[in-house]
């Protein structure tokens, strides 16, 4: 491994300090009383509280002045000024620790441990006076320190998106933005965890590994179980094991979970990703939006401060009532066409005429979807309900109470995406059976994303499912709405990446230069 002249400079440090005989990896715990925010926000000179206090973090900068240093000390939730004074933290003959640890062997990025009092200095900074200085980590790489020159030009910013997702750790480091995008997506799922916990239905986990795919029109990952000798697949959705659990006797039950689906990478999908599905019995799917609205509006207003949310150059408007048109209606009404009546012959002529590429493998239900995606979903900025889908399209649905060859089916798009998918679950088994027969014929014609045939759950509907509601909700996705972001890529921690080039150099036996 070839190391930069800093990263030598810094494991010469690190022997350094073991001849000095300062541990740069000690075991002992250091006990942390506070954090840097909360003293910062909260610290009153006249009272003098936090005093004989103990934070901890990553040194960010350092200015050293004879006898006595400040340091930039950066914990878990913000900086604070340190200052250390060199015969306090060692009032004894030996100054080691200040003259050759602290002064000559620290740097930027190593973990270090404080205790002292806080106070104001004389230009007004709210800071720590150390009584005692603990050396946690050394840091043998160094970080990307941003610096601005006398101009106001910013230089080593960490700002290239490749190397901010590969180097997430380093990317939560220096750029502190980043950190509230997560802290926001953890307050998201915490407020709707929170929302269905009040109204006594039951989180629970189903399994990733399932030997059928199913509850989702999507191709799998597939993987081998070597004991069982059986094929695997990770899911591409829980919906049909939720369901079980609803035969079961639950009245309401989700799940947060990974899903896994093999399929095209942008702005808006990762092959892993996140989702909340939720099924309650004895609902339909207009009760269902009622409630996605009343969801959504608190989720808006924890998270953000209000239910009007900014994104890009739109303000997303999050309060109820929200908008509800037919697939049907939304195609007539944006590409001006009727598509209700019409064959799958007629549907090929309409998506050749505006030249929306298809294949023999669709039927009439994604030849529908194709001509939606191409001429409606851009139009719906505000929440929109789409509801009443073809039948075609939605094999788990109850089919229409009222209308011919629909479903009771719609979905929430904010912003020209979908971002919530709910039914009224079929629950008649025999229907059910006819429906997956049906996936299969798809299949046949060369749809790889058709839905295959679960005799188990076909075997637990035949016990009997009470009428229920199912919903799902892209969790990546409606957290780029409640954080502004534009690309799925900022609200992952570690999104998928192609394999670096150096490792691919290193596979094929090529050699660095």
């Known amino acids: 491994m070839q190391l930069s002249e800093q990263e030598i400079v810094r494991r010469e440090a690190l022997t350094k300090m073991r001849e000095l005989g300062v541990d740069p990896y000690p075991a002992a715990q250091f006990v942390v009383t506070d954090l840097a925010k909360d003293i910062v926000a909260n610290y009153d000179d006249e009272k003098k509280n936090y005093q004989g206090i103990s934070v901890a973090g990553r040194l960010m900068n350092k200015r050293i002045m004879g006898k006595a240093s400040f340091a930039e000390l950066q914990d878990s939730s913000g900086r604070i000024q340190v200052y250390i004074a060199r015969d306090t933290i060692a009032p004894d003959e030996d100054k080691t620790l200040y003259n050759d640890v602290f002064k000559k062997l620290l740097d930027i990025g190593d973990y270090i441990g404080i205790k002292g009092d806080v106070f104001v200095t004389k230009t007004g900074q709210t800071s720590i006076r150390a009584s005692e200085f603990v050396f946690l980590s050394k840091s043998v790489r160094p970080l990307p320190i941003v610096k601005t020159d006398a101009e106001g030009n910013v230089h080593d910013a960490f700002t290239d998106p490749e190397q901010r997702y590969r180097q997430r750790y380093v990317d939560l480091t220096v750029n502190p933005d980043v950190k509230e995008i997560f802290l926001k997506r953890n307050k998201l799922m915490t407020t709707m965890r929170n929302y269905f916990n009040k109204q006594g239905w039951i989180e629970v986990e189903t399994p990733i590994l399932q030997p059928i795919h199913g509850g989702a029109a999507a191709r799998p990952f597939a993987t081998h179980h070597n004991t069982l000798d059986m094929p695997l697949y990770l899911r591409i959705a829980n919906e049909l094991y939720l369901k079980r659990l609803i035969v079961g006797g639950f009245d309401g039950v989700y799940e947060f979970g990974k899903m896994f689906r093999n399929e095209g990478m942008d702005r808006t999908h990762n092959p892993e990703f996140t989702a909340m599905e939720i099924y309650v019995a004895y609902k339909d799917y207009i009760w269902m939006m009622e409630m996605v609205e009343e969801l959504l509006e608190e989720i808006a207003i924890v998270v953000t401060g209000a239910s009007k949310v900014k994104y890009g150059d739109q303000e997303i408007e999050f309060k109820a009532p929200y908008r509800r048109i037919s697939m049907y209606d939304s195609i007539k009404e944006y590409a001006g ?144 709405m409640m954080t502004n972001q534009t690309s799925i890529q900022e609200v992952l921690f570690f999104p998928q990446m192609k394999a670096e080039k150096k490792q691919v150099a290193e596979v094929e036996g090529e050699t660095e230069e």
């Open 337 to 480: 066409i009727d598509v209700s009546e019409m064959d799958e012959e007629a549907l090929r002529k309409v998506c050749k005429d505006f030249h929306i590429e298809v294949d023999k493998s669709m039927g009439k239900g994604k030849l529908v979807d194709e001509i939606f995606g191409a001429k409606v979903e851009e139009h719906l900025i505000q929440p929109t309900f789409l509801t009443d889908y073809p039948i075609e399209m939605t094999p788990l649905a109850k089919k229409h109470r009222s209308k011919e060859g629909l479903v009771e089916r719609f979905e929430l798009f904010v912003n020209g995406k979908e971002i919530a998918n709910a039914y009224t679950e079929l629950n008649d088994p025999i229907d059910q059976r006819e429906r997956f027969e049906d996936q299969l014929k798809l299949a046949e014609r060369g749809d790889d994303e058709a839905m295959v045939l679960d005799e188990d759950f076909l075997r637990a509907m035949e016990y009997g499912m009470p009428p229920t509601s199912g919903l799902g909700i892209g969790i990546d996705r409606l957290t780029m």
